[in-house]
């Protein structure tokens, strides 16, 4: 990452409102800007002997002009215009070229020529009236970079050590994770050595489509009757560092491309999460996780007796977000940063990663879960677990987002925030593992009570009704169960029932009040293809009554917004089979049939075609 201080000035001001004559004489107020960049890049080059000569590129994100104000002529009440923070919605990209020369077994140095590219920068001026003027300014730079590099070397052990590593499983994707990787019991040999490092990548991309379906109208939030195909990816990057004894740093840089079906509305248990709901046709880059973890272990009989008594202790494998190492079974687990709720809560080893199971929101975490998140799904937060034989406690603190389905998180700690707690209880049932987990939370926040934006609609006769009419301080309760269950070996169900107060709007999640879904999954040991996978599952959601009126008023939310209703409970139903090509790349194709989307018997039903292709190492 590199700091510059190369933006350029407004290449112009010109007017967005054509009642509103051009600025003859003004001055532009401009506080500090965000003049940074990182970017991910690739290298290709050729190398003779300690030489490397190279050429690079790749995406790079960063970069934003700081809040402004535009004042006209005199400066009269009217003639000032006020811009916030912006930054630039199209790609943005770095190239380049370099020599890299190794002096020393585990040392390097390097000099390096990149051309930046931070797209053309655009802010809106407005004074509150109906006039608005435009500001661009295209932002280019010339970076010439020296380093040294450090070569951690091939191993990525640390010489001595068999003691220590992450507790938790890894975790990735928009709105959650991809279920728990168990420890394994092993004696302590070479091989259990705690890594210094981990560094893995995944790739997904899903293509959705639906023919034309029965509708008596379209609305604003609908899924269009006539028929869609959209195309989205994600592509992550997964970086973790042992910084202490049970301590470790991680970084997830993402790039999102592409588009979820019908811009990711039409529907209240919504067909896609495994791409951004925030759309855009060129690539982008944001930094959705940043994390430090810290491992507290409870045995009290010594390090010696951890090693040579496997039962007390058990070794996690080296994945996405996770660092290899031993760990004791009973530990306390602290989580701090920027990252997922679904990464700690919620989690459910057959429906959680929309990347490699299924797709529909009602499947991968409860539905009437309205957890804290930025509209890409994460937020600052802090999360505790007490892990213990049998069971497991959680409870955590998140930053809810500035308003309801925002882009931006509140940045005032405890302003507006999330409080959850979760208890989870493993057991056995006719020799099957399974747990139950018991979760409750609760909503912080300027929320929205929408018996009184209905009010303000018949008395201001400003319909549809908005929930930006009503907010203030309130409390949005709910919480729900969440049980995973073998069958046998190979063969798993899965059960999640929810409920929420559908009193107020929604926060963060999906409009759903009540919820019950269950599936099952089959891996494809069970007919001979050890890397295939099948999944089947239903679920049923209501709206609360309130609910039920905002959006018979035509009121618009998160996800759904028909302009009228015909109130039915959204049913879901989804089944898909994954095609593995090894343990890291797989293809899979998907169908989910949607009755009465978006809670509406007047548009139904819709049947959803997919094809998601992911790759990983």
Known sequence: MSLLDGRRGPTGIYLASPAYPPPPFFSLASNSSANFFASIRGRVGYAWDRSLLYL???????????????????????AIFYAPWSQSSRMKYAIGAGFEYAFADNWSARAEYLF??????????????????????????????????????????????????????????????????S???????????????????????????YPRFRALYDGP????????????????????????????????????????????????????????????????????????????????????????EGSRSEVLESTQNQISGKVDKDRIIITLGKFAVGDVFDDNVYAHDP???????????????????????????????????????RGGVFQLPTIPNGLDIEPQIFRQFMSIVEFEARYELFNQPGAIKFLAYGDNGYISKIDNVIRYAYLAGDF??????????????GGGINIK????????????????????????????????????????????????EIGVAGALGGLHGD????????????????????????????????????????????????VNPAHNSARSPINVFGLRLRAAF
């Open 56 to 78: 690079t590129g790749g995406v790079a994100a960063g970069g934003a002009r700081g809040p402004a104000t535009l004042t006209l002529g005199a400066a009269g009440p009217d």
């Open 116 to 181: 930046l590219n931070q797209s053309l920068n655009t802010q809106l001026f407005d004074n509150g009236a109906d006039f608005t003027y435009v500001s661009r300014t295209r932002n280019e730079n010339h970076l010439l970079r020296f380093g040294l590099n450090f070569h951690f070397g091939e191993d990525n052990r640390i010489p001595g050590e068999i003691e220590y590593g992450r507790p938790q499983t890894s975790r990735n994707g928009h709105h959650g994770g991809n279920g728990q990787n």
């Open 183 to 209: 420890g394994k019991d092993e004696s302590a040999d070479a091989h259990d050595a705690p890594e210094l490092y981990s560094v893995h990548a995944q790739t997904t991309h899903v293509v959705q489509a």
């Open 221 to 308: 939030n609908s899924f269009p009757s006539g028929g869609k195909a959209n195309e989205g990816s994600t592509t992550n990057l997964f970086l973790g560092l042992r910084l202490w004894e049970g301590g470790a740093a991680y970084l997830n840089p993402e790039v999102d491309q592409g588009y979820g079906l019908a811009n990711s509305v039409g529907a209240a248990a919504y067909v896609n999460s495994a791409v951004a709901k925030v759309g855009r046709a060129a690539p982008y880059m944001r930094f959705q996780r940043y994390f430090l973890r810290q491992i507290i272990g409870l045995n009290e009989d010594g390090a010696k007796e951890r090693d040579s």
């Open 355 to 393: 990347t490699t199971g299924f797709l529909n929101f009602a499947f991968n975490t409860m539905g009437a879960f309205d957890y804290a998140a930025d509209a890409w799904g994460y937020t600052y937060g802090l999360a505790v677990e007490w892990k213990q034989d049998w069971w497991t406690a």
């Open 464 to 477: 549809p009704p908005r929930f930006d009419t009503a907010r203030g301080r309130a409390v949005k309760t």
């Open 485 to 532: 269950q073998q069958l046998a070996p190979h063969l798993g169900f899965f059960l999640r029932a929810s409920m929420t107060d559908g009193r107020y709007e929604t926060v963060a999640y999906t409009d759903v009040d009540r919820q019950l879904s269950m599936g099952l999954v089959a891996a494809g040991a069970l007919w001979g293809r050890d890397d295939d």
């Open 547 to 594: 609910r039920v009126r905002y959006f018979g008023l035509g009121g618009t939310s998160v996800y759904i917004g028909d302009g009228a209703l015909s109130y039915a409970g959204e049913k879901n139903m989804e089944a898909y089979y994954k095609i593995g090509f090894g343990k890291d790349m797989d293809a899979t194709l998907d169908y989910q049939l949607l």
